[in-house]
Structures are given as structure tokens and as C-alpha cells.
């Protein structure tokens, strides 16, 4: 079992920057990918990044390359999102998500966090 739990979201302004964080329970952490999804209103949820169990590959969503990053430190059992360059259409609910070893760029995961909102204003 794993529990994640999101924090770092707020109010930005457009063109500013927020660190998501999602802690996570558990001492098997680091055999776990893990993505960072988002939810506006009104629309279904999507894939914004996901990085596998060591930190050796990522996946990007187009609309997010070059001005996210998503990192982990496994340590601290806990996954980042850096998020630069904020847009408008960037507004949403972030969830994070663990599933084993392998990334999955669908919704394809077995835990999830409550999510944490980012507002970007322009």
C-alpha cells in the first residue's frame, strides 16, 4: 500500500513558476513510477509527466515540454514537478500516482494522491 500525499500548489501569476511535491508512505517507494496527472474543469484527466522507478527515463506531455521537469529523490520518498513558464491553460487540479517499476502515460496507476489545485492567472 502507498499513500501520496500533493502540496506546492497555489495562485501564479502567468509566466511564473510553482514545485509540486507528492510525499510518499511506504520503504518501497523507489520501485515505484510515478506520473503527475492534472484535471481542469469540465475535462477529463491527463497525463503532464511520469518518470520510472530509478529516475533513468521520463515522458513529457507535449503541451508541458521544456517548461516542466519532473524529478524523485527516493531518499525523501518524493516526486517533483517544476513547473516554469506557467500558462493559463495550465489551470488545474494535480494529482500524483504510483504504479510499479514501469511508466505508464495513461491513467493506468494503482494509487493516487488527493490532488493539490495550481491556479495560473493572466
Known amino acids: 500500500q502507498v499513500q501520496l500525499a500533493e502540496s506546492g500548489g497555489g495562485l501564479v501569476q502567468a509566466g511564473g513558476s510553482l514545485r509540486l511535491s507528492c510525499a510518499a508512505s511506504?520503504?518501497?517507494?523507489?520501485?515505484?513510477?510515478m506520473g503527475w496527472f492534472r484535471q481542469a474543469p469540465g475535462k477529463e484527466r491527463e497525463v503532464v509527466a511520469a518518470?520510472?522507478?530509478?529516475?533513468?527515463?521520463?515522458y513529457y506531455a507535449d503541451s508541458v515540454k521544456g517548461r516542466f521537469t519532473i524529478s524523485r529523490d527516493n531518499a525523501k520518498n518524493t516526486v517533483y514537478l517544476q513547473m516554469n513558464s506557467l500558462k493559463p491553460e495550465d489551470t488545474a487540479v494535480y494529482y500524483c500516482?504510483?504504479?510499479?517499476?514501469?511508466?505508464?502515460?495513461?491513467?493506468?496507476?494503482?494509487?493516487w494522491g488527493q490532488g493539490t489545485q495550481v491556479t495560473v492567472s493572466s
Open positions: 518518470i520510472n522507478w530509478s529516475g533513468s527515463s521520463t
Open positions: 511506504g520503504r518501497t517507494f523507489s520501485s515505484y513510477a
Open positions: 500516482a504510483a504504479r510499479k517499476f514501469i511508466i505508464a502515460t495513461t491513467l493506468d496507476y494503482d494509487y
